[in-house]
């Protein structure tokens, strides 16, 4: 037996004594032998409790049983608050372990940093025990093999709204014990579905890093029937979401399909209101569609089954729940806008165009915010939403001194609430990271400056102690950057700083968390668009600087973006959204065109200038 257990298996069972066999007789292959493993039988089950009483294993190995059947989170938990391992890995009973799977988790918690929240998901191989009987069930297997693959295979640092909607921590993840009972584990009243992705989207929102390692491999032991399967997920999705947003206030992208009936774009509505009031009708024509489907085994048919069903069945689920379009319209809010600018001046190279605004520009612009009724708020008031006002949010990052004679007195004279960006080891000094790049020398914002600008109502935040590119600097630099630059301004400006801002936009998982560890509220890249349930420490801003016309100006007000990059991102959503591949096969290649059309036109243009 190991003296000193470093590593929990955690394997809920209920009434499969067969696959739970295969499971644990994989485990005395492994590589290593530090661990034990914790089985938790869910609810009654005499043959399990039978199998417990005779089975004898290689390693340490416990059983738990629940008096009543109470899901697989509640399970879960159970296994891990009785565990004595430092690290916990969650199996399921029909999932037999690769030999080097315990090996591979505990590699990565060996080799960082004890003060970094990490946890490292495996790779899951389906192996099909059971025959397909239909061909819908054949595609719907193809399709769930190829979302495995694509989270087996995922960047270990991207973020943004696409990796917080599939975000997830279960099966064959491992996270250090005491930061799982910290984070209050998975969630036993969604006992059904979505467990997983809930609690993968809390970790992630907590700033814990998810690393991906394809070489932790266990194999799935699939005998279900997937179109049966699917058919209840996406009705339960509903009735999920409906809980989650309006028992739990979880308002991210996991949960945003509840909200498109009113928020996103035109077709997007009408498609939800469509399914909202159609639901019946829909589900008739979707088992047309799989029955036609099973019948010619055509892809093309089973693409327009999978079109109407996931939707149809989805808005049967909320609406099961007691939801209405009423509740849906209360709680959708509206966008909330960000205008990230840098230097209020008249810009003397095209470079400086691209991120500078002249004075009398500037002005202009405020003018034209006020006449269209767009009120200037603070990020607090931003970030919480303010009902029945046309609120926007002003940024400006580094600091320069000519905030001071262009910024402070617009301030005063139409009560704007400006937040500003400071580099904290440079106040008072000047813009080394620009003159690195062969920029102009720019004076900085002085601490008598900041504070009287303080006194008349302009907040500040943090842009780090130097202003690098975060995602190049180590571990040490990057919690100093982030941490030290907070408690260095807090004490210049006698008052705690809640923002910051990412320079250069540089972020990734490992940036993000380290903002999360230090302790502030909100972060900002220079990523374009609205925000919208978006994730606090991942905030988008739309750039405003003196290449804008007065029509990407007010474009960017509404949607985050110029004329150009509404355009682009319109086609990108085509490119995904249309039905068949030849479709969407078209629409980009016309993107390419597009954007090869652009490239010459810039070209010129630099060439004249």
């Given at each position: ?9 955690i ?60 899901g ?5 938990n ?29 590699g ?18 389906e ?6 009987p ?8 193809q399709?769930?093999e190829?979302?495995?693959?694509r989270?087996?295979?995922?960047d ?10 599939t975000?997830?921590?279960?099966l ?6 005491d ?24 970790l992630?929102r907590?700033?814990?890093r ?5 070489l ?8 279900k029937?997937?179109?049966?399967y ?8 509903g ?5 989650r ?30 399914f ?11 088992l ?6 099973n ?9 327009a ?12 689920g ?6 209405t379009?009423?509740m ?18 008249a810009?003397?190279?095209p470079?400086?165009?691209t ?15 006020k ?8 990020a ?5 939403g ?6 926007i ?15 402070l007195?617009?301030t005063?004279q ?7 960006f400071?580099?904290?080891?440079r ?9 690195m ?6 004076h ?25 590119y ?5 571990d ?10 907070k408690r260095?301004?807090?004490d ?30 909100t ?17 988008k ?37 249309l039905?068949?591949?030849?479709l ?8 390419g065109?597009?954007?090869q ?5 810039a070209?010129?243009?630099t060439?004249?200038?």
């Open positions: 037996m190991p003296v000193d257990v470093q590593c929990s298996i394997i809920p069972t209920w009434q499969r004594v067969q696959a739970l066999r295969e499971t644990l007789d994989s485990l005395a292959f492994q590589t290593r032998n530090d661990f034990e493993v914790v089985v938790v039988g869910d609810g009654d089950d005499p043959a399990t409790r039978a199998f417990a009483g005779e089975y004898s294993a290689e390693f340490t190995l416990r059983w738990i049983f629940h008096e009543q059947n109470l697989l989170a509640a399970a879960r159970t296994g891990a608050k009785s565990a004595n391992g430092d690290i916990v890995l969650f199996l399921d009973d029909d999932t037999p372990a690769h030999h080097d799977l315990v090996s591979q988790h505990l990565h918690f060996l080799t960082i940093d004890s003060n970094c929240r990490v946890t490292v998901c495996g790779k899951i191989v192996d099909r025990r059971a025959a397909l239909s061909c819908t069930d054949k595609f719907l297997q399709s769930w190829q979302t495995l693959h989270y087996a295979t995922r270990n640092g991207s973020i943004g709204d696409d990796v917080e909607r975000v997830y921590f279960g064959n993840c491992s996270i250090r014990r930061i799982f009972l910290a984070s209050g584990g998975f969630n036993p009243a969604l006992r059904y579905l979505e467990e997983e992705m809930e609690y993968g989207h809390r992630y907590w700033g814990v998810f690393v991906v390692d394809s932790a491999i266990v194999q799935h032991r699939n005998t029937a997937m179109t049966e699917y058919r209840r997920a996406w009705y339960l999705g009735q999920v979401d409906v809980k947003v309006f028992e739990f206030g979880q308002r991210n992208p996991q949960t945003q399909t509840l909200a498109s009936m009113h928020h996103g774009h035109v077709h997007s509505r009408v498609v939800a209101r469509t909202w009031h159609g639901a019946s009708a829909m589900r008739g024509a979707a047309l569609l799989e029955h036609a489907t019948v010619t085994g055509s892809r093309l048919l089973y693409g089954w999978a079109r109407l069903c996931r939707p149809a069945e989805y808005w049967s909320a609406r099961a729940a007691g939801c379009p009423k849906l319209r209360q709680v959708v809010g509206e966008p909330a806008c960000a205008l990230v600018l840098h230097s209020i001046s810009p003397q190279s470079e400086e165009r991120y500078y605004l002249s004075p009398a520009r500037f002005h202009r612009y405020i003018q034209w915010l006449a269209s009724g767009y009120e200037s708020v603070g607090a008031e931003w970030i919480r303010n009902s029945g006002k046309k609120g949010l002003l940024t400006f990052d580094d600091g320069y001194d000519d905030l001071y004679s262009q910024l007195p617009a005063v139409l009560r704007l609430k400006p937040l500003v400071l580099v904290a080891d106040v008072g000094a000047s813009n080394v990271w620009d003159q790049s062969g920029l102009r020398r720019r900085l914002l002085t601490l008598d400056q900041v504070r009287e600008m303080q006194r008349h109502g302009v907040e500040f935040g943090s842009h780090t102690l130097t202003h690098p975060l995602p190049d600097v180590s040490a630099d990057l919690r100093r950057e982030v941490g030290e630059s260095r301004l807090e210049m400006l006698g008052t705690e700083v809640t923002s910051f801002a990412y320079p250069f936009g540089g972020i990734d998982q490992r940036v993000r968390a380290a903002v999360a560890d230090a302790g502030y509220d972060a900002f890249t220079t990523h374009p668009g609205v925000n919208w349930w978006s994730d606090p420490l991942c905030l801003r739309a750039e405003v600087c003196d290449t804008d016309t007065f029509l990407d100006f007010a474009v960017k007000l509404r949607t985050g973006y110029s004329v150009r990059q509404w355009f682009a991102s319109r086609i990108h959503e085509l490119e995904t959204e039905p068949t591949q030849t969407r096969a078209a629409v980009k290649g016309m993107h065109a597009a954007r059309v652009e490239a010459v036109l070209a010129t243009v060439r004249r200038r």
